[in-house]
């Protein structure tokens, strides 16, 4: 396998950067990274953020403990800024991911080029 496909293969199925510190290029490996990063750091506490106001509406008593009463709450889409803000973090970590993958591909490529 060449170098440009397992630094694609590293970035698409790894983690974003993960082609680019295979490669040796530190600083964009750890710029796609640090980005996927808070992208994923966002999702992830507004997620949870939204897991703790559930059980505390169920631990106050303003929601039975009945599970179509709770997966009512779970599937409610978030609304306004939060939404907002979520869906940009989803976008700007996809578009990340993709641009790691391609960006690696072509560093890849253009390091084979130089040496061969």
Sequence with gaps: ???PIKAVMLSAFVFPGAGH???KKYVSGT????IVL???YFIISKTVERAQEIADKILLGEVQLDIAAI???VSRQPTGTDAELIN???IVLII???IG???SYRVGRSRRTCQG
């Design 38 to 40: 808070v992208s994923l």
């Design 1 to 3: 396998m060449t170098k």
């Design 71 to 73: 997966t009512e709450l």
């Design 96 to 98: 990340s991911w993709l």
């Design 101 to 103: 993958i391609a960006d």
């Design 21 to 23: 510190f295979f490669l």
């Design 88 to 90: 940009l973090a989803w």
């Design 31 to 34: 710029v796609l990274t640090g």
